[in-house]
């Protein structure tokens, strides 16, 4: 039986996606290979945010050089918001003109043919023309690039072979209006199209038949989506209606803009001292938001274009704890960005100090070529940034730790996820607000919710016992 293997670079929606390009694949008869060096076709999902990402993923390719002037016959493809930019197509097309298959993230679903037209085995479905983004059709690529620069419509129906039977990402969305000038994701991904809500619900049923008891609601910005069911559907009506599918246990989503954190939203997460939903709360969503703050300083936040200042941020934070005190809040961090001064970092060491974040996200700022920000002219002195960065990192973590330990002695309903990292007979879980524990256990599988008492509180993680 033919194989194929899979790397997946980044964030979630690319881990979701990568789902739909094995979905593809499994459907069209490959089984999963354990190793590159063993599969027909070699895909690499890549992901342009993350710092270091054009350096990493060239060092990849360098080793799949290897497999494909071992075995010719094997179909290396690459995929994912990289594609999406001319200049990392240019540079496939000059220096890896070995890559049998370029595609963008725009074409997903046309992975059968492309891969045919390219020498995988699959059969052509109709005969397929590359789509042109400049570098196609030039040179070592010729007829490899299939990139369309934008999404006509989502496509629905497409099948996907979920990393997890228990729990599972669910896109509702796909793309960004925001333009944040440090950040390429709208550039890449495209104007935002929200899935229609029958379509998220169809799916949410399915897996929850399917014993998925968690999901994760997937977008760029979340509280951005507006649906279309006869009317104008808004996110927290689609959190209600995906809260009350028969099944699923825990509802969680990704991620959200704080400029558009309405008050419907944060009145979803209302809560008693019991931790029982309360008022408009929803039974279950789960008690954690993550929401990227990126610095505390309006200065730079206005530079950045997020469009909320340090004061909004910090209202929304105190509603957040007034519909439940015990909200994990969660947030990423840019540190460095352009013009950011000692004064503009002291303002976000302040902001750490008044909201005291259960964990976070910390990124050097390292500039996107294409973006506003890349071209600013006051790039900050490495050395500087480094050393606020660590001052940063070094206080967020002091702080998660003493949180943390406030929580030892309690009681947490856990969903248990597989082995822990932290020796034999461990397994590690998520207690309903997302924090994870390990705990030594037998007799529980994967997706079982157990009862375990927190012994132990680390910076990142919780030690814990099964409650009997
Ligand atoms: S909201 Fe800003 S940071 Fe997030 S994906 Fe959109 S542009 Fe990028």
């Known amino acids: 039986m033919a194989s194929y293997w899979i790397e997946t670079m980044g964030c979630q929606m690319n881990e979701r996606d990568s789902e739909t390009i094995a979905g593809l694949l499994e459907r069209e008869g490959y089984a999963r290979a354990a190793a590159a060096d063993a599969a027909d076709v070699l895909v690499v999902n890549t992901c342009s945010v993350r710092e270091n990402a054009d350096n990493r993923f060239f060092g990849l390719l360098g080793h799949l050089k290897a497999v494909k002037d071992a075995r010719p016959?094997?179909?290396?493809?690459?995929?994912?918001?990289?594609?999406?930019?001319?200049?990392?197509?240019?540079?496939?097309?000059?220096?890896?003109?070995?890559?049998?298959?370029?595609?963008?993230?725009?074409?997903?679903?046309?992975?059968?043919?492309?891969?045919?037209?390219?020498?995988?085995?699959?059969?052509?479905?109709?005969?397929?023309?590359?789509?042109?983004?400049?570098?196609?059709?030039?040179?070592?690529?010729?007829?490899?690039?299939?990139?369309?620069?934008?999404?006509?419509?989502?496509?629905?129906?497409?099948?996907?072979?979920?990393?997890?039977?228990?729990?599972?990402?669910?896109?509702?969305?796909?793309?960004?209006?925001?333009?944040?000038?440090?950040?390429?994701?709208?550039?890449?991904?495209?104007?935002?199209?929200?899935?229609?809500?029958?379509?998220?619900?169809?799916?949410?049923?399915?897996?929850?038949?399917?014993?998925?008891?968690?999901?994760?609601?997937?977008?760029q910005n979340v509280n951005s989506y507006a649906g279309f069911s006869g009317r104008s559907v808004s996110f927290p009506e689609l959190l209600r209606a995906v809260d009350a599918v028969p099944g699923i246990e825990r509802v969680r989503f990704m991620t959200s803009h704080p400029k558009d954190l309405s008050e419907d939203l944060?009145?979803?997460?209302?809560?008693?001292?019991?931790?029982?939903?309360?008022?408009?709360?929803?039974?279950?969503?789960?008690?954690?938001?993550?929401?990227?703050?990126?610095?505390?300083?309006?200065?730079?936040?206005?530079?950045?274009?997020?469009?909320?200042?340090?004061?909004?941020?910090?209202?929304?934070?105190?509603?957040?704890?007034?519909?439940?005190?015990?909200?994990?809040?969660?947030?990423?961090?840019?540190?460095?960005?352009?013009?950011?001064t000692e004064d503009d970092f002291a303002e976000t060491m302040d902001l750490i100090e008044r909201v005291r974040y259960d964990a976070a996200f910390t990124f050097l700022y390292s500039p996107r070529e294409g973006t506003p920000a890349a071209a600013y002219p006051d790039q900050v002195d490495e050395a500087a940034a480094h050393a606020r960065f660590d001052r940063m990192v070094a206080r967020l973590n002091e702080i998660s730790l003493e949180k943390n330990r406030r929580l030892v002695g309690r009681v947490e309903?856990?969903?248990?996820?597989?082995?822990?990292?932290?020796?034999?007979?461990?397994?590690?879980?998520?207690?309903?607000?997302?924090r994870l524990v390990n705990f030594p256990g037998e007799k529980v599988a994967p997706g079982d919710i157990v009862a375990v008492r927190i012994t132990d509180a680390k910076t990142f993680s919780f030690g814990g016992e099964l409650v009997e």
């Open 73 to 219: 016959e094997a179909v290396v493809a690459v995929c994912g918001c990289m594609m999406q930019q001319a200049h990392i197509v240019e540079r496939i097309r000059e220096k890896h003109g070995w890559v049998d298959l370029v595609f963008g993230t725009h074409n997903i679903h046309e992975l059968p043919e492309m891969l045919a037209a390219a020498g995988g085995r699959m059969p052509p479905l109709h005969p397929n023309e590359a789509a042109g983004d400049g570098a196609a059709g030039r040179g070592g690529l010729r007829g490899k690039v299939h990139v369309r620069a934008a999404r006509e419509a989502i496509v629905e129906g497409l099948p996907a072979r979920r990393a997890y039977g228990f729990k599972a990402y669910v896109n509702i969305m796909v793309g960004c209006n925001n333009f944040c000038s440090y950040c390429i994701v709208p550039y890449v991904r495209g104007r935002e199209m929200s899935r229609e809500p029958e379509a998220v619900l169809d799916e949410v049923r399915a897996l929850a038949e399917s014993g998925t008891k968690e999901v994760m609601l997937l977008g």
């Open 413 to 434: 309903q856990v969903l248990v996820e597989g082995p822990a990292r932290t020796g034999e007979g461990m397994l590690a879980g998520r207690t309903f607000s997302g």
């Open 266 to 340: 944060i009145a979803l997460f209302e809560r008693g001292a019991g931790g029982a939903a309360r008022g408009r709360g929803l039974a279950h969503l789960c008690p954690s938001i993550h929401l990227p703050v990126q610095a505390g300083s309006s200065r730079v936040l206005a530079r950045m274009n997020r469009r909320y200042t340090k004061e909004a941020y910090l209202r929304l934070v105190e509603k957040l704890r007034a519909a439940n005190p015990e909200i994990v809040i969660t947030t990423d961090f840019i540190v460095g960005f352009p013009g950011e």
